[in-house]
């Protein structure tokens, strides 16, 4: 198969990008999207150019660091995966594709297609976790946890931190990234007892780093490869809810509903 | 050099509480005056940055990664193994200790996988505190499923997932000790060099990914949590980014290097496809549990799976290895698949690979349950062969996947140099000759929560650590070793490219000293290295300049170090004769192909020691086991 790609090339953070025209040639059909890219690049390495930048690591779908815009669309055409996931076969023989780095404020692009992420990071730090100490856990089965709700913990825990949904947001919101993590926290007895100053102290950090709000267009659920669902921005909303009772001092329901909601 | 592993005297149940007991400890108010530099941020590395944190030292933490949370740790599948019992099958401390030595061949430390033992089941604690949402019974329990070569329930699991789960644990640890400003994190930052001095280590040379900048950083003491070298074979089930370059510059500072041909070869990877494949994707050991091995007992039988009946088929695993059949260890269960494809039985594109078959457990149970347990494993393997494995069996092919060698540490995880502690994947403490599957998720948590943490500790109260800094002249030598470099990779101007070398030595090393190895390949491959490495700097072509952003060039400087590393792999295979765990010596066999291990001359462990332009010095320490036998690891 051969392919004409449009890639956005851009050499630092502040000179202006431009979309350049490649051809890739003699792609075979089950060659990874990314391996594509990587036959491009050795043509232009062994002519002493510059190869395009882009990000990956596992090349299978768990690291979060592939983040292409393919045709428009964060991570390509196809639901439920990341970049590194599609395989040349999805596209016919002969198509024109382009292919840009994640577009948002928060996510300064350091070279061609990638992007500075440090942002997540930030918003995991200001209250993305569990404070406890190494050493004197109490053994694992002292609390039991249901298996619906382990399960639904689960699904909102597997986000992968690539930051599609904030690429696909029209105000580059990161609301699916910090409804997963308040989500999967709130929802097991382990992260109850924070609750109230994680979701707040993870939205103000949202706010800080210049991702915007929540315009509810789900553009994030539709391209995250890990499916995760907007319904965890429903519950992120009734925890915020619930820490503004919580800090007004009225007392806070004794056992939350979000959890079968969620 | 004397290789001291410090073994703590007494009863092996209590050497480590009795050990700890006498270790000495710093006080709260000199460990913030203490800074410790951790690279790495997979298991292993985040695990003991947030703890250390978290005991109140300085830490500096680097990952090569845009973020810690991408280590590769995150791509471990299948779960991690704990003495609890909580299935009252049978297991304890003891069974898990003697499965792990036995696994590895009988070329690990028993005081070292004792302990490794011990800490298991407060590793699950741990990260259940943390929030790590493992898989659960219907009463609320926490879930097991045995894995790959032995016969308890041991191993806890997130789906497919266990790997990602349990490093954002140990992410949200460290990320809560970033907030606490107990650590700083440096992504996308790469460590080159390591700073000796006065015999000590002191520090790093880092190159920061983004701007190109090469500077020093130094410390009380050096972690290097750096992961394995599995890639030295150009495909393999690592992520991409996965390297030697850590551990490989500190060989050249003077830590030794243990038997670095201890190479696990995974038995279910999806068979490589054409030249451009950049990566082999593991499919998880879990699925053993359900799916049968086979080949057609007709030698190259190209009739579609379902119209072979049973009886001409080869469930060559059940049929070997009655007793463990399609659950026997990773090493055994590869070197099978191996032979029933040399002998032509293969099936798929170049005949490299066999069937894995859910249709028993499928008739048995239902397409639902099969789903749930590994449902995302077909997704996977469906997105990347086309195929619907619910369908027709999976095709699997070994793959290189774990390394069981790394820098030599002693039982305070301490390497050769005084200073450098060598934690996860990195070092070549527990494993012997052959990892079991969910092992090293255990062993990079233990390391990072419960060992080192404890043993660093006695060192930094007990060694005279006078104050140094950059322009210390040892400093400035490591900083230059590193900026020649770059710049030599610069300024080559070949025509080839670095993946091309890569590529090249990763066939040759596959090829001679890959599952089966034998003295005329692996001399051939020391002969031809030199060569190889000779044209790469010679002919290698990187564009671009070091002052920015330039992925090419910290590859390239990967592939050099590989150039060099393979031919350490090569004069450790060659002077292992004898067939232990995942090395199997061609000459050392017995009729009908099973590995002899020699434990009269080889029961030590290899340890080499760099010599600049010359063969290494091997340096033996001798491995006594004094609480089980060792037994011939017959899986039959
Ligand atoms: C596909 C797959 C599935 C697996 N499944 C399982 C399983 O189910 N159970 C199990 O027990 N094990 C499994 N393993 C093995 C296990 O995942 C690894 O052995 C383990 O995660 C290694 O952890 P680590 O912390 O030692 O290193 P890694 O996770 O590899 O981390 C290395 C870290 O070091 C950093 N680094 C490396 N070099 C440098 C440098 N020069 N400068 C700066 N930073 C550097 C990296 O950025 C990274 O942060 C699996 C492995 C693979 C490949
Ligand atoms: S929510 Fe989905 S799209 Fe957003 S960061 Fe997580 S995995 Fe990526
Ligand atoms: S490269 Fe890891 S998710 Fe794509």
């Known amino acids: ?262 | 050099m004397k290789l001291d592993p410090k073994i703590p005297a007494g009863p092996l149940e209590t050497k480590w509480d009795r050990h700890r007991f006498s270790e000495k400890l710093v006080s709260p108010n000199n460990k913030r005056r203490i800074t410790v530099i951790v690279v790495g941020t997979g298991l292993a590395g985040a695990s003991a940055a947030s703890t250390l944190g978290q005991l109140g030292y300085q830490v500096e933490c680097f990952c090569f990664q845009d973020s810690p949370r991408r280590a590769h740790s995150i791509a471990a599948q299948g779960g991690i193994n704990a003495a609890k019992n909580y299935q009252d099958d049978g297991d304890s401390v003891a069974r898990l200790f003697y499965d792990t030595i036995k696994g590895g061949d009988f070329r690990s430390r028993e005081a070292n996988v004792y302990r490794l033992a011990q800490v298991s089941a407060q590793i699950i604690d741990q990260c259940v505190a943390l929030g790590v949402p493992f898989a659960r019974e219907y009463g609320g329990q926490l879930a097991n499923r045995s894995f790959g070569g032995v016969q308890v329930s041991r191993t806890f699991y997130c789906r497919g997932q266990t790997g990602q789960q349990l490093l954002l644990g140990a992410y949200s640890a460290l990320c809560w000790q970033i907030e606490r400003g107990q650590v700083t994190m440096h992504p996308r930052t790469e460590m080159l060099d390591l700073i000796v001095i006065d015999g000590q280590a002191r520090g790093i040379v880092v190159r920061d990914l983004v701007t190109g900048r090469v500077s020093i950083q130094t410390a009380h003491a050096v972690v290097l949590a750096t992961g394995g070298y599995s890639n030295v074979y150009y495909l393999s089930t690592n992520a991409s980014g996965s390297n030697v370059t850590a551990t490989y510059r500190t060989w050249k500072q003077g830590a030794v290097f243990a038997n670095p041909c201890f190479m696990q070869i995974h038995p279910t990877a999806i068979p490589p496809g054409d030249e451009h494949q950049a990566k082999l994707t593991l499919m998880s050991e879990s699925l053993r549990n359900d799916g049968r091995l086979w080949v057609p007992k007709m030698a190259v039988d190209h009739r579609p799976p379902g119209d072979i009946p049973a009886e001409e088929r080869d469930y060559f695993l059940e049929r070997r290895y009655p007793r463990f059949g399609n659950l026997a260890p990773r090493d055994i269960a590869s070197r099978a698949v191996k032979t029933v494809c040399d002998e032509g039985h293969g099936v798929g594109p170049g005949g490299q690979g066999v069937y894995l078959d859910f249709a028993d457990v499928i008739e048995r149970q239902g397409q639902d349950v099969v789903h749930e347990r590994y449902g995302n494993l077909f997704d996977m393997y469906n997105r990347i062969t086309g195929e619907d494995a619910y369908r027709v069996p999976m095709r699997i092919y070994p793959a290189p996947h774990y390394t069981m060698g790394g820098l030599w540490v002693d039982y305070n995880l301490m390497s050769t140099i005084p200073g450098l502690f060598v934690i996860g994947e990195a070092n070549f403490a527990d494993h012997g000759a052959n990892r079991l599957g969910a092992s090293s998720l255990m062993q990079g948590l233990a390391d990072g929560y419960f060992i080192l943490p404890y043993t660093i500790g006695h060192y930094l109260a007990t060694a005279k650590l006078l104050p140094v800094g950059e322009d210390h002249k040892e400093s400035r030598a490591a900083l230059q070793r590193v900026t020649g470099r770059i710049s030599r990779l610069l300024n080559a101007k070949g025509r080839r490219t670095a993946a091309s070398f890569h590529r090249e030595v990763g066939k040759f090393l596959w090829d001679h000293c890959g599952m089966s190895r034998n003295k005329a390949g692996l001399e051939l491959a020391l002969r031809s290295i030199p060569a190889l490495r000779e044209e790469f700097w010679r002919n290698v072509v990187v564009p671009g300049s070091g002052e920015a952003f330039n992925q090419e060039l910290e590859y390239a400087g990967r592939v050099a170090d590989y150039l060099e590393f393979a031919e350490l792999l090569c004069h450790d295979a060659l002077h292992r004769e004898e067939s232990c765990g995942a090395h199997f010596r061609e000459e050392h066999q017995t009729t009908d192909g099973e590995p002899m291990r020699d434990d009269t001359c080889f029961a030590h462990v290899a340890a080499w020691e760099y010599r600049e332009h010359a063969v290494p010095i091997l340096h033996k320490e001798p491995l006594a086991f004094e609480f089980v036998q060792p037994t011939t690891r017959s899986y039959q």
């Open chain 1, 1 to 262: 198969m051969n392919f004409t790609l449009k890639i956005w090339r851009q050499k630092s953070p502040d000179e202006k990008g431009r979309f350049v025209t490649y051809e890739a040639h003699d792609v075979g059909s089950g060659m990874s999207f990314l391996e594509m890219l990587d036959g491009v690049n050795q043509g232009l390495i062994a002519k002493d150019e510059e190869p395009v930048a882009f990000e990956q690591d596992c090349r299978e779908g768990i690291c979060g660091s592939c983040s292409l815009v393919i045709n428009g669309i964060p991570h390509g055409p196809d639901r439920g995966m990341s970049t590194c996931q599609l395989y040349m076969r999805r596209f016919p023989d002969g198509a024109v594709i382009t292919i840009e780095p994640w577009r948002a404020r928060a996510f300064p692009i350091i070279k061609d297609l990638v992007v500075d992420r440090r942002a997540l990071d930030r918003v995991m730090q200001a209250g993305g976790y569990v404070s406890v100490n190494t050493g004197g856990a109490v053994d694992g089965n002292v609390l039991l946890i249901e298996k619906d709700q382990a399960e639904t913990a689960m699904d909102a825990a597997s986000c992968i931190g690539c930051g599609a949904c904030v690429a696909a947001c029209k105000n580059a919101s990161a609301m699916l990234f910090v409804a997963a993590k308040v989500s999967h926290l709130a929802l097991l007895p382990q992260g109850k007892p924070e609750r109230t100053r994680r979701v707040k102290a993870m939205l103000d950090a949202m706010d800080r780093e210049g991702f915007g709000s929540c315009g509810n267009q789900y553009e994030c659920e539709a391209v995250c490869p890990k499916r995760i669902s907007v319904r965890f921005i429903a519950t992120l909303n009734r925890e915020y809810l619930r820490a503004g009772v919580v800090e007004s001092g009225l007392p806070a329901e004794p056992e939350s509903p979000h959890a079968e909601s969620a």
